[in-house]
């Protein structure tokens, strides 16, 4: 079992920055793939960004070049750096650990938290 903590979220103004961390309670950290989603009221949760164990990322249409997601394996810790935020931006952010195995997958999933972006 992987606990995920997610930190960083809250208000900021439109056009402002914030930095989520994400820490893994696995002694194994380096080999799963690591990622963010983000769910708005009424709305699906939806892929922000991925980092894979050999640090191919991935982005969504509506983050890339605002968004950056980085990992440091040392501190089993994640992190997405949000640049230039939109009120379109407000939802709750979840961090991801994910690998697959020849008999399963294993996925785990932090409690979120909130960015909002308003004036």
């Known amino acids: 079992q992987v606990q995920l903590v997610e930190s960083g979220g809250g208000l900021v103004q439109p056009g402002g920055s914030l930095r989520l961390s994400c820490a893994a309670s696995?002694?194994?950290?380096?080999?799963?793939?690591m990622g963010w989603y983000r769910q708005s009221p009424g709305k699906q949760r939806e892929l922000v960004a991925t980092?894979?164990?050999?640090?191919?990322?991935n982005y969504a249409d509506s983050v890339k070049g605002r968004f950056t997601i980085s990992r440091d394996n040392a501190k089993n810790t994640v992190y997405l750096q949000m640049n230039s935020l939109k009120p379109e931006d407000t939802a709750v952010y979840y961090c991801?650990?994910?690998?697959?195995?020849?008999?399963?997958?294993?996925?785990?999933w932090g409690q979120g938290t909130q960015v909002t972006v308003s004036s």
């Open positions: 980092i894979t164990s050999g640090g191919s990322t």
């Open positions: 696995t002694s194994i950290f380096s080999i799963y793939a």
């Open positions: 991801n650990a994910h690998r697959s195995t020849t008999w399963r997958d294993y996925d785990y």
